[in-house]
């Protein structure tokens, strides 16, 4: 992004921050100086001024006055950003002390794996606002509770990988999405990785290409207008005392029946992103590591307008078992702990299976709705296969769409990979359409993958 408007946003944020930078490296010096009474121009680091942001139309500046952050939140967002915009600032902290051949401990600071810089801690944080002073040093948590809106809405994070340290010792770090939108003032979107293992799932499809019975479409008003209308029905209708902000809701039906569509559609109706959450990046062998990871994507999805998709659901919500050992009593707590923060998620959260029977009864009851997909009917499969092959214009005189449609009861993914398998068997050969033999070959396939035959 380093044209046209982008390059002028771009110029925009890099001055603000410019003038931060040199905020925050003078109130940087003046606590050093302080913390070793050497001599300063100022008795306190509060008598430095921050930078006036009348007039700034900069990213930054409309975060600052977004939030009303005042000297010691700027203080803080600007501790989080400098290993971002200028590293060596903070290379003055990496002094030792004398008498101990080590760091200062109320420097706080970590050391990346690659990044050769210092990095702030919470300690850090409190060396910069408070020094010495236990006072100001306890005012100091207020700002990193997860209760503060920058914490809250996800700005700033705090990590503990250890249990039993101070709390204080926590990495203090800018979250990826503000990152990006103080700099470049992209808005940037979390994607899979190590650290949020969900996939932002879409579609080129609409309304009017997903196939589904009434009674499914009628369920699936609900949600979509909950989807789009929940704050204006817990606000100016008051439902907000007695009804909980988040939606839940369970997708259940054979594969390839469109639960995963659906999703996409809903939130693509509403302007909510979908993410699909990986059960594998998810679940772990190891105790309290399934918490752990699934804590971290509802963390992130709490403040934002997400859709919280789990696909195969019974992988992790399963039925509960008697706790005859303590794996047993591991894997109960980890359904505990999940059954709370799907009730707690202010948004809405889809699960899907296969199979209804294998959800925990205690999930099941606190779903807002329990939507069936069943496979489709004759009419519905053929709005199915003309919905996919009509479109190539490429179908052989001999195709009879109704025929198949009458005769064969699959789903609707299984038509999607008819219709991919025939194409390719027909570009094999040579030929430029798809022939009756083409599809029924791609038919047999499909249903020897259920242990069927045509």
Not at 401 to 410: D, M, N, P, S
């Given at each position: 992004m380093?044209?046209?408007?982008?390059?002028?946003?771009?110029?925009?944020?890099?001055?603000?921050?410019?003038?931060?930078?040199?905020?925050?490296?003078?109130?940087?010096?003046?606590?050093?100086?302080?913390?070793?009474?050497?001599?300063?121009?100022?008795?306190a680091v509060e008598e430095i001024a921050a930078p006036a942001l009348d007039g700034d139309d900069s990213d930054y500046a409309r975060l600052v006055r977004e939030f009303g952050l005042d000297f010691r939140e700027r203080l803080l967002l600007m501790l989080a950003l400098v290993p971002h915009l200028r590293p060596q600032a903070l290379d003055m902290l990496f002094l030792r002390n004398r008498n101990l051949d080590r760091g200062f401990t109320e420097f706080g600071g970590w050391k990346g794996r690659t990044h050769g810089g210092?990095?702030?801690?919470?300690?850090?944080?409190?060396?910069?606002?408070?020094?010495?002073?236990?006072?100001?040093?306890f005012a100091v948590l207020s700002l990193l509770d997860a209760a503060h809106p920058l914490v809250r809405r996800g700005v700033l994070r705090i990590d503990h990988d250890a249990r039993g340290e101070p709390q204080l010792s926590g990495s203090l770090t800018v979250s990826p999405e503000y990152l990006a939108r103080v700099t470049t003032g992209a808005v940037q979107k979390p994607d899979y990785d190590v650290s949020f293992p969900a996939k932002l799932i879409t579609t080129p499809l609409a309304w009017d290409d997903l196939v589904l019975g009434r009674a499914v479409q009628d369920e699936i008003a609900g949600i979509r207008t909950w989807a789009t209308h929940g704050d204006k029905l817990l606000g100016e209708w008051r439902l907000e005392k007695t009804v909980k902000p988040g939606y839940r809701s369970l997708f259940y039906g054979p594969p390839g029946t469109g639960k995963t569509l659906t999703a996409t559609l809903i939130g693509q109706s509403s302007g909510a992103d979908v993410y699909r959450i990986d059960l594998s990046m998810i679940v772990s062998k190891y105790i309290g590591e399934t918490e752990k990871n699934l804590a971290n994507v509802f963390d992130q999805a709490q403040h934002r307008r997400w859709i919280l998709f789990f696909d195969e659901a019974d992988a992790l919500f399963g039925k509960r078992t008697s706790a005859s050992s303590s794996n047993d009593r591991h894997a109960n707590q980890e359904v505990a702990y999940l059954l709370q923060r799907v009730e707690d998620f202010p948004g809405i959260v889809i699960l899907a299976t296969n199979l209804k029977a294998n959800i925990d009864d205690a999930f099941a009851r606190r779903f807002q709705s329990l939507v069936y997909f069943p496979m489709p009917d004759a009419e519905q499969r053929l709005r199915l296969w003309k919905g996919t092959l009509n479109?190539?214009?490429?179908?052989?005189?001999?195709?009879?769409?109704?025929?198949?449609?009458?005769?064969?009861?699959?789903?609707?993914?299984?038509?999607?990979n008819v219709a991919r398998d025939a194409a390719i068997n027909a570009m094999q050969v040579g030929r430029e359409q798809i022939n009756m033999a083409d599809l029924r070959r791609g038919i047999a396939r499909e249903l020897r993958k259920e242990g069927r035959t045509a």
């Open positions: 380093c044209s046209g408007a982008d390059g002028v946003v771009g110029v925009g944020n890099a001055g603000a921050l410019e003038r931060e930078l040199a905020w925050f490296d003078a109130v940087l010096h003046a606590r050093i100086s302080l913390h070793f009474e050497q001599e300063c121009a100022y008795a210092f990095l702030p801690t919470c300690e850090t944080a409190a060396f910069l606002l408070a020094g010495t002073d236990l006072g100001k040093r479109p190539t214009g490429r179908l052989a005189p001999d195709v009879d769409l109704e025929l198949l449609a009458r005769q064969h009861e699959i789903s609707g993914g299984a038509i999607t």
